[in-house]
Each structure stands twice: as structure tokens, then as C-alpha cells.
């Protein structure tokens, strides 16, 4: 649990960061919390010569929430997001779901910026990001651009974002309805074995709109457009909400892991998605 | 003059003595962060050492260039075994009567194998410099299964090659290492050939590993000036490794010194003797300086010595009625390359013949095989004694499946089998003389405190709701009644590696009437320094709060066989207590010639002697402590000290009645536990708040094994659960609320009738909590499914009996 050696740096300026991540390529990488980094450094499976804190750049931070939109600043710490009360009063389901990530600890470290970033599978912002239709705002050498939280991800750790690239923020419109983050898990600090954002809008007594996505059950997180339609038009009953798991299922690709076998986690997946969107109509 | 005046009741308090909840003297330094663990020490010019260790489970290993390394700017020394041999010092002896290689001699035999030692100036250079060590492989086939293994063409250990006669008696095949037989194996053939009803099942006992939350670690100086050899490590049994390391080392003993520091968590990990230890050693030696090496979590969890791999077959047979006439054990073990356990020498398979559990069973045998694989080296007793949670896990499975066959509420079944109190001292059917119990006043305190018809009512309501599709969770009452074997050992039965398991305490006591007393044990989270004190606070009469007591440094301490198998209280409390009545009987000469009376005219009172019929007239122990050392007493040596060597006559047999109340979520397989209740007999308890904590440590533990603790491998022999995120470390989160309870039924043979609790709710708890799914699941038929009951598991188990649709 050594890593090799590595160069530090602490820049002030996000120029600054690019003209480092230029200059070494694929030798460099920014580091914001480092609570999935630095495990890969220790365990020698990423060899990183150039490591970029970003803890002292600025105008990285910062929550925002105008005009019917949320911008989180990529440094934003899920120990913030959780403790922000204007977030947890427009976008509860962010709450609920940053404290099932990992525990206190972690959390004071661990941002949303690396956390969307990472490219992680069991990471849990992703699929919640894809949830909320989030857009990703990057900047690089070329100025800032942005991309959809439901384009960004390739496959595991790789996505859109050039080597060259910082994620600067990410941005969501103000949700509404009804939501739910459920997240099966086998211990306090373990990635999901399954889990589902949910965000439901209803009107008369019926779905009006659904967006469902599901973690660590594919090799990236997984927006289930079908799944949503399913339950589109309906009261959210027992059928309805068996045929939103069912179409989600077509959606998910999970491997075998120490977390149990692929039927078990289909089956699991199943389960709470159906649990998530009972709650999310409840909170309708 | 012996009422219990008000007076004498707060004398009696102000010692803090047995019974007493005193705090933890050591937890100022440990809440505090000033504990001195190994990987604390820093000495002068110390080096840092790191292994290069095999990534396949099983090859040959060609050659290993270490060229690269040596070339890195503060490397200063690769060891391989071609450097070890010279010495001898390449295999080393295990504690099992196996020899074990310290470093890759031509070969190795599991995923995580030690096969050069970098000695580096500093942790950083080290570890950059294992990476620069280029080994090459030729793969070998891979056995995990011990039982393909015993069918395998595949010779595992070359170096045993033709031999048929093991440590333990014939070898049956080349990858076989004893079989060992206790009981009346005809005898209980018949019994069971005849029988009204026989159960018979198959289970497992997963491979886990006791996971300390300190790893293991050496510091090693070899002083070339004086030839004075120290060694701080994370010893268990700091004074069998000084034996040991003089032994094969060929260094006189008096020149080697032992320190155990600080250690954080042993279970059982921190027994045997690591080839990191002997590296370090080697390394001190060869380059004149100190050498550390500490290893890392993942080292530990693939290296260091496993507990478990137990594969048992049971038969049970009873009449009619239910009472139980004889126990058929057949267990295949599983040790890995190397037979790494830590048991007696003459029990390979420890005690598992304690296997008769709680119950009077006429007739009974038991047959171990041990066999390699190609996993890590072990086969420790994890927070248990000598295979014991084996054999409560065997024998608690085989009674409800017995309960199961024949439709019997397995708590009545238990009642009607256990020993009873009249029937004490026990002979069992497998050879143990149990000294003391009371199981039936035990098991009925528990089932009417946690109300158990009312459970089994609100259970059959479940079964009914769930069947008619109200509810999708089950619930399950796992029963437990155990009956613990430790306090190794009567001398004559006991012994590792011919050392005596006796153990030792030296009392000095100051002229101010304070103290200092020194054992053979050690702690490493027990709270040795506070309850000792509190032993030798009765019986001598001193405050513990004045006494300290030391442990760990061979140079002072007394000669001990160390703190495993909860053999401390039942072995060195014993000696303790001991050594205390021999300060004792010379104080009462003190104070008699104090007193101007005769030696048998006063008595001992608390904290001093008093005249026999004048309590007015008394010499205090401090009084007493300083007289002894300015008074010219004629016939009396000046000074006050004793030490006693302990060899017990017998094991100590604590016992306790678990019950587990356990939701079990059919769909996610994920279990939830509403209520835990554990009654624990310890004997004399010493100090309750202690016991409190080993109780929920070790039933945490317990928590954890049954639930999804595992050391699991792929068909490559490759460890899949090497870190914390796989290997299942519960936290607060993960841990329910546990009720306590106790009876008390002294050991009629300990001198304060003491009988060690730090294991019993470990060995308990893991049969309690698997017990607990078993139940949930028994309305639809299931009888046996193994441990760890992780949410997969329980899910599958669910899902084999169709309770999906
Ligand atoms: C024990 C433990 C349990 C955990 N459990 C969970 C869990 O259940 N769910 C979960 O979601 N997470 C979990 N995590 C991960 C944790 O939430 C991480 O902190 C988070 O995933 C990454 O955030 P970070 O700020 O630490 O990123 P870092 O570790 O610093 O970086 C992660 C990656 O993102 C890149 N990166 C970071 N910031 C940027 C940026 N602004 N622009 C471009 N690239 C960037 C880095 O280069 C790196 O490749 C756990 C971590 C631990 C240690």
C-alpha cells in the first residue's frame, strides 16, 4: 500500500492546471478529494508521476441555485451537499443520496466533481446525474464546453472528458415531484450491490413524467429511458411498476463479483427499483 | 468480626478488587494515541523491509534476478532463500510439527508467498524496489479443494516426498498431512446402526481470517558489539518465539530479548511465527542494523494465518424420545500449503473433541483428516480456543437438524440432553472431565427473558402472513448453548513445541505498599492491566490502583506460553492469584511478629491482619509492606516478593445460552437483527464492564463470520477478498444492540474459580447468528446451508426453496 513516487502540485488557477495536464499528458492527474485516487496509487494500479491537487484553485467550489437551476462547483464535498439546506430543500434527492455514499469520513473528502468524474461504476452521482439530466461543464486548452451526464460515460473510467480536460461543474434544472435514491449495499463503505434515482411527476392522479437510472450494474451508470416510459400515464400500480423493473432489466448488463452472481443481482435490481419508485410516487 | 460493617464494605471498595467495574487503566494512552505499537518503534539507523511475494498460487519458481533492485539508490540488501540456506534459516518450523518455507525455495504454494526480502533505507525505496525484482514463474496445476486434492497426482510438497509417516502419524497420500481419531468409533457405529432416528448432514466452515486491526510486524536489532539480539514484534507468545528464535538460530537464549509492545488485536493472527519476522531478523543480522517490517492489510489477509476451512459430516442418533445416544464427526481440514496451525502439539485438530457440545452423549468419535492446498498456510484458533468454534458450530448445526428430523422444537431438545448439574465433574465420550456447569438454570433464564413461546407464536404468524402474500420477510430464532474448553493447559497434556503450557506471575512489592507485578501473558486488548490488578487487589490487599502490572518483555517477565485460547485468566490469573497468597503468608508472619501474637492468631481482613477477636488491634498491608523492609524480623528474609508457575489440573468449561431474533428480507437476502440476547457463566467474574466488552467484541466477531466474513479464491488459487472493501469488517452501523446476562457457577479448580470469557461470545455467537437464518427458512424446508450468510446466499437459499417467483 506504497505508491511509486510522484511529483506534487498545488496551483491557485485553472490555467494553470491545463498547462500542467499539457505539458505531462497522460503522465498527469488532478486530484480533488482523492478518496478513489489515491486507493489506485496505493494499490499500484494507476502510476500517476505528475499528481494535480486542486484543492487550492479557484472557482471551483460554490453551490448556486438560480433561475431554476443548481450548479454545483466540481469541489463541492458530499459532506457539503449534505449539509446545504437550500439543496436539500430544492433537490432532496441529492441528500439522500450523498449519505449512502461510504461513510463521514470519506464524505469530507470525496467531491462531486471526482466523483462524476472517476468513471467508476459503483460510483453513486453518476446515475444520479444521468437521472437529473445533468450537464458536465469541462474546460480545456480549447476554452469550456458541455456535455450530458446521459453522453458522458463510454465505459469504466473512460468517458468523454479529455486527458487535457477539468470538470468545472455540473448543472441540473430544479427537480420536481416526487423522488427516491435506494441503494443496496453490504456494509457501511461498500458500493452499491444495486441502486436506483428516481425522480416521478404526477398530475391527476397519473405519472406525468419519470426518469429512472440505475448503478453498478453495467459498466456504466444506466439512464433506463424505458423504464421511465413505462410508468408514464399510469397510477403507478403493482403492473406498472413490474413493468418498469422489466424494462429496465433490458437495460442493465451487471457482472458476477464477491457481491453474488448476475441473477441475483438482476433480481435485486428489480427490487429496488420497484422499492425507489413506491417511494418516489409516495413523495409525489 | 467478619460482618460486613459499613466500614469494611467501603475498605473493600476502595480496592477496586474482583467484582469491581473498574475503567480500563490502559485506555488513557490508547484514546489518547501514546499506545506503542511495533510500527511506532524507530530506532537509529533502522531499515525498512518489504517481501516480494508470489502472484500465482502454485509454480515453480526459475530464477529471481535481483539485479534491478540492488541497482535502486538505497536498496541495501535482497534476500532470497539461496541467502537463507546457509543458515538453515530458508524453512522454518511451524508450530504443528510441519516445517514452512520463509522464503520461495524452488517453488510456491499459494497466491501471496514470500519470495525475496528488499532491505531498504527507507518503507518507500523498499516497496519501489520489490517491483524491480524480476522473478520468473513456470505455472503449476492448482488444488483449492482439499478433497480433489487427496485424489490429485499433483505433489504439492515436494520436500515431503515419500514420506508416509507425518508429525501426526501415517500420511495417506502425498498431499495428505494426519488423520486424527479420539472417541469409540465402533462403539458408535453400532449405537447409531440401531438407533430410533439418525440425522445426518454435510456443512462447511468457510475460511476466514482474524483480521486484527494491527498487522503483523517485527522490529529486529541484532547488536554486533555485545551479540545481544532484540526483537519487538506483535507476539502473542513473546516467550515461546524467544525459545524458538534460539533454537533455530543457534543464538543462546540469554542474549535474545523479546518485547511485545502494544498490540492492537491478535485473535489468534499474532500465535505463529511469520517468515517477516525471521527476515527481519536475518536482514539485522547481515547488515548490522535495525530492520522493520510491518505488513500491509492486503499482506495480511493473503499471507498470515487463516482460521476455519472445515469441512464436517455429522451423524446424530436418539430414541424416541429425543434423547441423544451417540455423535459420528468426520471432518476434512483444509491448512493450505503449509500446516501452519497453532494447537498443542498433540492436538492437530486442537480440541475439537469438545464436539459433544452441551450434551450428555454416551458415545461418540471423531476423525480429522488434514490436507494441502495450494492457499495460505494456518488453520488458528480466531478468537476461540483450539478449534472450539468448529466444534460448537458442528455440534449446535447438528441439534437442530436432529430437532428438524424429528419435529421437535430444538430448544426442548437441548433441555432434554443437557448435562446436569449433579452430573459435574462430566467425563465426556471424547476424554474431557468438564469441571463445572449449570445449563438448565442458564437456558431457562434465557427463554423466559426473551419470551421464547411468545417468539415462536409471532414466528408461526409470520409463516402464516407471509404465505399469504402480506409480508415478503421471514423470521428467524437462532438458539444457541455452548460449552467453551479453555485455559490451556494441564501440563502434562499440553505443550507447543515441548514448552509446558503453564504460565507465571512475580509480585514485588514496594516498601509504600505499592506494587508491581509481572506475567508470562499478554495483552492485546484484553485489559490484562486492569483486571490483574483487581485479582491481586483481593488477595493481597492493596488498591489495584497501586499495583501495576508488566508484560511482554521477556527480559523481566516471567517465563509464560502467552495469551491465546483464553488461557490468561484460567492460567495467569491463576498464577496471580497464587503468587498473591504467598505474599500473603508471609505478611501474616510479618504481622503477627508486629502484633506480638502467634502466626495463627491473626487474620487476613480486607487490606490487613487483624488480631483474632480484637479487630481494634491490626497491621495494615501497607504497614506490613513497609515493615518489611526496615524491621529485622528474625527467621523472615527482609523484602516482600513471591512468584508462582500455574500448571493448571484441568481446562476451564465456561458455557452460555444465545438467542438471536433475525428478519430476513426473502427478496434483497438481507438480514436484519432485531435482538440479540447472551448469557454468559464465566465463573467469578472478575470485572463486569470488561466482560461486557469482550461479550460484544467477540459476538461483533461472531456477527461477522456467520454474515459474510471470508477468505474466498478463485480456481486459480487467486484470493478475491484481499482488501477491507470485500473482507467484511462490521462497523457500529453493521452491529445491533446486544442484551447481557450471567449466571455464576465457579471453577471448582481455579483458585478463584475463574474461568475466561474473552472467546465464549465468539464461539456462540457464529452458531447463534447462522442458527438464526437456518430458522427463518426451516417452515420451507431447509435444513443445511453454509456460512457466510451474506445477502447472495440467503438470497440463493431463498431462491432454491422457490420463495421467488
Ligand atoms: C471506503 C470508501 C467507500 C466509498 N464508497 C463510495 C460509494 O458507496 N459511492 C460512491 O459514489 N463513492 C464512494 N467512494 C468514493 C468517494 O465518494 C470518492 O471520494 C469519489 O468517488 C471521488 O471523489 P474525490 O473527490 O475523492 O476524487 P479523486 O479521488 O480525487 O479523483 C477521482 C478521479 O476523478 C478525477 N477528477 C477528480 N476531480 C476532477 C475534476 N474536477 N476534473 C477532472 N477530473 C477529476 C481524478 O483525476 C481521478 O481520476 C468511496 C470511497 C472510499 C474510500
Known sequence: MIPAAFDYYRPTKVEDVIALLEEHGDDARVMAGGHSLIPMMKLRMADIPHLIDLQDVSGLGGISIEGGRIKLGAMVTQHELINHDGLAAAAPILRETALQIADPQVRYMGTIGGNVANGDPGNDMPGLMQCLDAQIELIGPGGTRSVAARDYYEAAYMTDRADDEVLISVSFAVPTGGYAYEKQKRKIGDYATAAAAVQINKNGGQIASASIAMTNLSDVPVWSESAGAALVGTGCDANAVKAAAAAMLGDIDPSEDNRGPVAFKRHVAGIILSRAINRAWERA | ?805
Open chain 2, 1 to 805: 468480626m467478619n460482618d460486613m460493617t459499613p466500614e469494611r464494605d467501603e475498605r473493600a471498595a476502595n480496592l477496586k478488587g474482583l467484582g469491581c467495574s473498574r475503567k480500563r487503566v490502559e485506555d488513557a494512552r490508547f484514546t489518547q494515541g501514546k499506545g506503542n505499537y511495533v510500527d511506532d518503534i524507530k530506532l537509529p539507523g533502522m531499515l525498512h523491509g518489504d517481501f516480494v511475494r508470489s502472484p500465482y498460487a502454485h509454480a515453480r519458481v526459475v530464477s529471481v534476478d535481483k539485479e534491478a533492485a540492488l541497482a535502486l539508490p538505497g536498496v541495501v540488501a535482497v534476500l532470497t532463500a539461496e541467502d537463507l540456506a546457509p543458515l538453515g534459516l530458508h524453512w522454518m518450523p511451524t508450530l504443528a510439527g510441519d516445517k514452512q518455507m520463509v522464503l520461495a525455495d524452488g517453488k510456491v504454494l499459494f497466491q501471496g508467498q514470500e519470495v525475496a526480502f528488499v532491505v531498504a533505507e527507507d518503507r518507500y525505496i523498499a516497496a519501489d524496489a520489490v517491483e524491480l525484482v524480476e522473478v520468473e514463474y513456470e505455472e503449476l496445476p492448482v488444488l483449492t479443494d482439499p478433497f480433489e486434492a487427496l485424489k490429485s497426482d499433483v505433489v504439492l510438497r515436494e520436500d515431503l516426498a515419500g514420506q508416509t509417516e507425518g508429525a501426526h502419524g501415517p500420511r495417506k497420500h502425498h498431499n495428505h498431512i494426519f488423520t486424527w481419531e479420539q472417541g469409540d468409533e465402533t462403539g458408535t457405529n453400532q449405537v447409531i446402526d440401531n438407533a430410533d432416528v439418525v440425522a445426518t448432514e454435510s456443512m462447511y466452515y468457510h475460511r476466514t481470517h482474524p483480521c486484527p486491526l494491527e498487522t503483523c510486524g517485527a522490529v529486529a536489532s541484532m547488536d554486533a558489539v555485545n551479540g545481544k539480539l532484540t526483537i519487538y514484534g506483535t507476539f502473542q507468545a513473546p516467550h515461546a518465539v524467544r525459545t524458538v528464535v534460539s533454537l533455530i538460530s543457534g543464538i543462546e537464549e540469554h542474549n535474545i530479548r523479546v518485547v511485545s509492545p502494544d498490540i492492537g488485536g491478535g485473535f489468534g493472527n499474532k500465535v505463529g511465527v511469520y517468515p517477516g519476522y525471521v527476515c527481519s531478523v536475518v536482514a539485522s543480522i547481515v547488515t548490522g542494523r535495525p530492520v522493520k517490517w510491518v505488513e500491509d492489510r492486503m499482506e495480511n489477509l493473503m499471507s498470515t494465518a487463516f482460521a476455519r476451512d472445515y469441512w464436517m459430516t455429522g451423524k446424530i442418533s436418539a430414541t424416541k424420545e429425543g434423547k441423544i445416544t451417540g455423535l459420528h464427526c468426520q471432518v476434512t481440514a483444509d491448512h493450505g500449503g503449509f500446516d501452519a496451525c497453532a494447537d498443542p502439539t498433540k492436538f492437530p485438530a486442537g480440541f475439537m473433541n469438545i464436539c459433544t457440545g452441551s450434551y450428555d452423549i454416551p458415545t461418540a468419535y471423531l476423525s480429522v483428516d488434514g490436507v494441502y492446498t495450494n492457499k495460505a498456510p494456518g488453520g488458528v484458533s480466531y478468537r476461540c480456543s483450539f478449534r472450539v468454534t468448529e466444534a460448537v458450530y458442528f455440534i449446535e448445526r447438528m441439534i437442530e437438524v436432529l430437532a428438524i428430523e424429528m419435529d421437535m422444537d430444538a430448544a426442548d431438545l437441548r433441555r432434554i440432553n443437557f448435562i446436569k448439574k449433579e452430573q459435574f465433574p462430566y467425563q465426556s465420550a471424547l476424554g474431557w472431565e468438564y469441571d463445572s456447569g449449570d445449563y438448565h438454570r442458564a437456558w431457562d433464564k434465557v427463554m423466559e427473558a426473551v419470551d421464547y413461546k411468545g417468539l415462536r407464536k409471532e414466528q408461526a404468524e409470520r409463516v402464516e402472513a407471509f404465505k399469504r402474500g402480506e409480508t415478503r420477510t421471514l423470521m428467524g430464532i437462532g438458539l444457541c448453548h455452548f460449552t467453551e474448553i479453555v485455559g490451556a493447559g494441564p501440563v502434562k497434556n499440553c505443550d507447543i513445541l515441548g514448552l509446558g503450557m503453564f504460565d507465571s506471575c512475580e509480585i514485588r512489592i514496594h516498601p509504600t505498599g505499592s506494587a508491581i507485578a509481572r506475567l508470562g501473558t499478554i495483552s492485546q486488548g484484553q485489559g490484562h492491566a486492569t483486571t490483574f490488578a483487581q485479582i491481586l487487589a483481593t488477595e493481597i490487599g492493596l488498591p489495584a490502583d497501586s499495583i501495576t502490572i508488566e508484560e511482554g518483555d521477556t527480559d523481566t517477565a516471567p517465563y509464560g506460553l502467552g495469551t491465546y485460547g483464553s488461557r490468561s485468566t484460567p492460567v495467569a490469573g491463576a498464577a496471580t492469584a497464587m503468587a498473591g497468597r504467598k505474599i500473603r503468608a508471609k505478611a501474616q508472619m510479618i504481622a503477627a511478629y508486629l502484633l506480638e501474637v502467634h502466626d495463627n492468631d491473626v487474620e487476613f481482613d480486607v487490606d490487613r491482619f487483624v488480631v483474632k477477636g480484637a479487630p481494634e488491634r491490626f497491621k495494615t498491608m501497607k504497614e506490613i509492606a513497609f515493615a518489611s523492609y526496615n524491621q529485622a524480623i528474625p527467621g523472615l528474609e527482609p523484602g516482600l516478593e513471591a512468584v508462582s508457575y500455574y500448571d493448571p489440573p484441568n481446562m476451564t468449561y465456561p458455557f452460555g445460552a444465545y438467542v438471536c431474533v433475525m428478519d430476513i428480507d426473502v427478496d434483497t437476502g438481507v438480514p436484519e437483527v432485531r435482538r440479540f440476547y447472551a448469557l454468559d457463566d464465566c465463573g467469578t467474574r472478575i470485572n463486569p464492564m470488561i466482560i461486557e466488552g469482550q461479550i460484544h467484541g467477540g459476538l461483533t466477531e461472531a456477527l461477522a463470520v456467520a454474515l459474510g466474513q471470508e477468505i474466498a479464491y478463485d480456481e486459480q488459487g487467486n484470493v478475491k477478498t484481499g482488501t477491507l472493501m470485500d473482507f467484511f469488517l462490521p462497523t457500529a452501523w453493521e452491529v445491533p444492540n446486544y442484551e447481557t446476562d450471567h449466571t455464576v457457577t465457579p471453577s471448582p479448580h481455579h483458585p478463584i474459580g475463574a474461568k475466561g470469557v474473552g472467546e465464549s461470545p465468539h464461539v456462540g455467537g457464529v452458531p447463534c447468528f447462522s442458527n438464526a437464518v437456518h430458522d427463518a427458512f426451516r417452515p420451507f424446508g431447509l435444513r443445511q446451508t453454509n456460512m457466510p450468510h451474506d445477502h447472495w446466499r440467503i438470497w440463493q437459499t431463498a431462491n432454491r426453496l422457490g420463495l421467488h417467483d
